[in-house]
Nanobody, 127 residues
Framework: QVQLVESGGGMVQAGDSLRLTCVAS????????MGWFRQAPGKEREFVAAINWGGAVTHYSEAAQGRFIISRDSGSNTVHLQMNSLKPEDTANYLCTADSLGTLTAAVKTTRHWDYWGRGTQVTVSS
């Protein structure tokens, strides 16, 4: 059984920062690439950022590029998403995800790349 547990969400004002953390457990995640998606009410799940097993390769959405930083603790399945200069449009439930490959394929920005999902942590940004 694979479990992904997110934390760090909250209610902040525009311009503030938040740091999300996700911890993955379970044998299947021993060398997993990990990522973050977000989903706002009535909208589709949207890719935010991803990082490979070694931590050397990252991908970001256009909305996240330059404001968010994804990182992972060395040799572990703990990943962080540092979110700076938050905007009201960043308001969503942020979901952690992991795969079974460890590397990031061309489909990394779609849900079909990913095998496991957490329940999410809510981020609300007020103007």
């Amino acid at each position: 059984q694979v479990q992904l547990v997110e934390s760090g969400g909250g209610m902040v004002q525009a311009g503030d920062s938040l740091r999300l953390t996700c911890v993955a457990s379970g044998r299947a995640t021993s060398k997993a690439a990990m990522g973050w998606f977000r989903q706002a009410p009535g909208k589709e799940r949207e890719f935010v950022a991803a990082i490979n097993w070694g931590g050397a390769v990252t991908h970001y959405s256009e909305a996240a590029q330059g404001r968010f930083i994804i990182s992972r603790d060395s040799g572990s399945n703990t990943v962080h998403l540092q979110m700076n200069s938050l905007k009201p449009e960043d308001t969503a439930n942020y979901l952690c995800t992991a795969d079974s490959l460890g590397t990031l394929t061309a489909a990394v920005k779609t849900t079909r790349h990913w095998d496991y999902w957490g329940r999410g942590t809510q981020v609300t940004v007020s103007s």
